[in-house]
């Protein structure tokens, strides 16, 4: 049955013909439907779990600190295993790379499904994170090398709209599961869906050529110790209290010095683990700085809102995902105008555009108080998501532009590495400062709780109440934790609109490429 796709050993131009992709197919459009199937299954995982951490936490015995490794064993080893894809891919081919990816994505899902015990758990998810590091970047390059260069654009709005909607969809899917089933199925549901996909790419996924390509075993780790520890440092910095605990300090020297070590590394050795071409291409350079402002500023509303609606305003985890879910038909809409646009204009003005949309949004969100409905949450969600898909998709087909087409895989790696990195970062970023402002907040508005500001009560007798004085110092309390919650989350909305606005200018240093951004010539 293998034989039905292209063989491996066929030779893939580096710079395709115009009209014609990089590698021909059969059947683009199932194909498509496999490869964005097995990419959004992927995607969804990285946020449908969250909701069954607390059924999970019981069902396994494990601690409220503990749980979270669940989380974390995923997003380390997904990081460490990143920048491996480009050299798997051309050591096994990329048609293998993909086919074991997703097979194995399955089979590890399944075992977390299974799983008796919080260490069964970490590890079938570490297996899980492995094999899902590989699936994004072969993804993003299948879509670009089976779509001719004047259909890059719309290809890559396809790939970029399950990007941004899976971690929008994945809290809905999985609420709705761990309610209406239990946790176990937030894994089991990516079999069927995973073996579709398996199916799909068995029969008609073509591969790239191999090539003979040595392994930089020390690059790989300097790159891996670097950012484990630092994807370590931000998840577990707010559980330790950061810079206080001597674990984070150690983390956060660990992540630094072997960083420094890797790019010396890739700067001086003779095979590093990725050519130096790569950074030599400014869009590319570009585009991997913008995946961190990007994932900073996508994520970071994502990770806020949920906790926001359900503690502040009492919503249950369907009705927070369903509010949320107008964020994604904004992006739907505007990753479609994008790819039109991009036959027409210059990329980096719908860039531009795209990010002040975004600001805007968040100057919005910035408005938002405890009286209100949940219109201002529906409304200013979608603006989100029409500034999001104006920069998400644009910003990935530039990064590409310029760059060799036999380079896509490890740019893709590195694109995907970096807006995890940022993803993180911003998630962490963002948590600090809420937890840091609450208590500010709380100390500044409970200073004001007097005699003049509350004339209802009598505060210098409330302790006649009796057993009831107690109660009444509660409720007081509880409503000042309240609208210092509201005041913290205001203050990141704020804060993430400057960085909005802060990157606009910072466009303009991606270059244009001759013609337009999808007659990828260069590849």
């Not at 798997?88 to 399955?106: E, H, M």
């Not at 006649?464 to 409720?475: E, P, W």
Request: aromatic letters at 10%.
């Amino acid at each position: 049955m293998a034989s039905r796709a292209a063989p491996a050993s066929a030779a893939a131009p580096a710079v395709p013909q115009p009209g014609q992709p990089l590698l021909p197919v059969k059947h683009r459009g199932i194909l498509t439907i496999g490869v964005m199937g097995a990419m959004i299954m992927q995607i969804l995982d990285t946020t449908i779990a969250n909701v069954a951490l607390p059924h999970m936490q019981t069902s396994l015995g494990a601690t409220a600190d503990t749980i979270t490794w669940v989380l974390t064993s995923y997003i380390v080893a997904t990081a460490i295993a990143l920048p491996a894809t480009g050299w798997l891919s051309d050591r096994i081919g990329s048609r293998n790379l993909f086919l074991i990816a997703v097979g194995g994505f399955i089979l590890a899902s399944m075992a977390c499904g299974t799983a008796v015990s919080l260490e069964e758990m970490v590890i079938f998810r570490v297996f899980q994170g492995i094999f899902a590091a590989f699936i994004n970047p072969l993804s993003q390059t299948s879509m670009l090398d089976i779509n001719p260069p004047e259909r890059s654009a719309q290809a890559m709005s396809v790939w970029g709209m399950g990007v941004m909607v899976g971690p929008i969809m994945g809290p809905v899917i999985g609420g709705w599961l761990t309610e209406s089933y239990n946790w176990r199925w937030v894994f089991y549901v990516n079999v069927p869906v995973g073996a579709l996909t398996f199916a799909i790419l068995w029969f008609l996924l073509p591969s790239r050529p191999r090539a003979k390509r040595s392994f930089d075993g020390f690059g790989f780790l300097l790159i891996g110790v670097a950012v484990a520890s630092f994807q370590l440092m931000l998840d577990r910095g707010q559980n330790k209290d950061w810079f206080a605990s001597w674990e984070i300090v150690i983390e956060g020297l660990i992540a630094f010095a072997f960083a420094w070590m890797a790019i010396v590394h890739l700067a001086t050795a003779k095979k590093p683990l990725f050519d130096r071409h790569l950074f030599g291409n400014r869009n590319l350079v570009s585009g991997m700085f913008f995946m961190v402002v990007i994932g900073i500023s996508t994520m970071a509303p994502m990770a806020l809102l949920p906790p926001m609606l359900q503690q502040l305003f009492g919503y249950p985890v369907i009705d927070t995902g369903l509010m949320m879910a107008p964020r994604g038909v904004g992006v739907l809409i505007t990753m479609w105008l994008a790819g039109w646009l991009m036959v027409r204009v210059d990329t980096r003005p719908v860039i531009m555009i795209g990010l002040v949309i975004f600001a805007v949004s968040l100057r919005w969100m910035a408005a938002y108080s405890l009286q209100m409905d949940y219109w201002p949450v529906i409304t200013a969600g979608f603006v989100q998501g029409l500034g999001m898909g104006l920069v998400f998709m644009p910003m990935n087909a530039l990064a590409f532009a310029t760059l060799d087409g036999r380079y896509r895989t490890d740019g893709a790696s590195l694109l995907n590495l970096t807006r995890s990195i940022g993803q993180s970062a911003g998630i962490s970023m963002v948590t600090v400062l809420l937890a840091r402002n609450i208590q500010v907040s709380h100390a500044d508005l409970a200073q004001h709780v007097t005699q003049d500001r509350v004339p209802a009560i009598n505060l210098s007798s409330i302790d006649q109440l009796g057993m009831y004085a107690d109660s009444v110092f509660s409720y007081a309390d509880a409503m000042v934790n309240q609208q210092a919650a509201m005041i913290a989350y205001i203050d990141d909305f704020y804060m993430m609109s400057w960085i909005a606005l802060a990157a606009v200018p910072l466009v303009l240093v991606l270059k244009k490429p001759k013609g337009k951004v999808e007659v990828v010539h260069s590849e």
